[in-house]
C-alpha cells in the first residue's frame, strides 16, 4: 500500500505527541474518560438486577441479551459487545502504559527519590495502588462472569441473574467485590480531576465545584455496584427460577 507524505507526516507528528510528557497525560485523560463512561453503563446495567428473578427471564437476563444481539440482522452477533471489548481493551493498555511511563519519568527527574505526599489526598496519594489492585480485580471479574473459568458455583453463560444470585452467596467474594468497588471509588475520583485538569478545564472558580462533582460521581458509582452483590448476600434478591435460568442458557446457546 502506497504510504504518502501526509500519512508519514501524520504518524510522525502522533509518535511525537505519545513521546512528549503532555501528550501521555492526554492519552492517560481520553482513555481513562472511555473507561469511566463504560464504568457508569455497566453499573447502571448491572441495576437491572434488583428487578428480581422476574415471572419469565430476569430483566438483567433480557439485558445482556440485548447487548449480544445489538444491530441484528445488519450485523453479526455479538459484533458490537465485542467491538466495545476491542475498545475498553485498547483504552486499558493506552492508561496503564501511559502512567507507567509518566510515572517512570517523574521518578527519574527525581533521581529516584520517591515523590512528597505532603498535601496531597488520600486518592491522589493512593492512586498506583488502587490502579494496581483494580487492574487484578478485572482478570478475576473476567474469569469469574465472562469466560466462566472461575467456578464457584454453576455458571451458564446467559444466565446473569442465576450467576449472580450463586456467586453472591459467598461472603468472601461479596467482600472482595465491596473492596475492589472502594478502591475503584478512590481511583475515579482523582482521576476525573487529574483529567480535567490535563485537558485544561479547570480554573480557580471552578475546581472546588469539580472536586464535588468527581467525588459524587465516585460514590454514585461505588453504591451503585455495591447493592448488587450486598442485596444478593443478604436475601433482599430472591433466588433464581430454574426454568426461567434454563430457558437464558437456551437463548445464548441457540
Excluded at 460514590?219 to 443478604?234: A, E, N, R, S, Y
Aim: proline share 3%; no cysteine.
Amino acid at each position: 500500500m502506497l504510504v504518502t507524505d501526509g500519512t508519514r507526516a501524520r504518524r510522525s507528528g502522533l509518535r511525537e505527541l505519545w513521546d512528549s510528557s503532555i501528550g501521555k497525560k492526554i492519552a492517560v485523560a481520553v482513555s481513562g474518560g472511555i473507561l469511566v463512561g463504560y464504568v457508569v453503563l455497566h453499573m447502571l446495567g448491572n441495576l437491572n438486577s434488583l428487578y428480581g428473578p422476574g415471572n419469565g427471564d430476569a430483566r438483567v437476563d433480557d439485558y445482556a441479551h440485548w447487548l449480544r444481539t445489538f444491530g441484528e440482522p445488519l450485523l453479526p452477533y455479538g459484533f458490537v459487545l465485542w467491538a466495545v471489548r476491542v475498545l475498553l481493551l485498547a483504552a486499558l493498555v493506552v492508561h496503564v502504559t501511559g502512567i507507567v511511563q509518566l510515572r517512570a519519568r517523574s521518578r527519574a527527574a527525581r533521581g529516584g527519590h520517591p515523590a512528597r505526599r505532603i498535601g496531597r489526598s488520600f486518592s491522589a496519594a493512593t492512586t498506583i495502588v488502587t490502579g494496581s489492585l483494580l487492574l487484578a480485580f478485572i482478570v478475576f471479574h473476567i474469569l469469574q462472569f465472562t469466560t466462566l473459568t472461575i467456578d464457584v458455583t454453576p455458571l451458564h453463560e446467559g444466565a446473569v441473574y442465576a450467576n449472580l444470585y450463586n456467586a453472591f452467596q459467598k461472603w468472601y467474594f461479596v467482600l472482595l467485590y465491596v473492596l475492589a468497588v472502594g478502591s475503584l471509588g478512590f481511583h475515579l475520583r482523582h482521576g476525573v480531576w487529574s483529567a480535567v485538569q490535563t485537558l485544561g478545564f479547570d480554573s480557580p472558580e471552578k475546581n472546588q465545584a469539580i472536586r464535588r462533582t468527581a467525588g459524587a460521581l465516585a460514590v454514585f458509582v461505588v453504591v451503585g455496584f455495591v447493592l448488587v452483590p450486598v442485596l444478593f448476600w443478604t436475601g433482599a434478591l430472591s433466588a433464581p427460577d430454574v426454568a426461567n435460568t434454563q430457558a437464558s442458557i437456551t437463548v445464548v446457546a441457540r
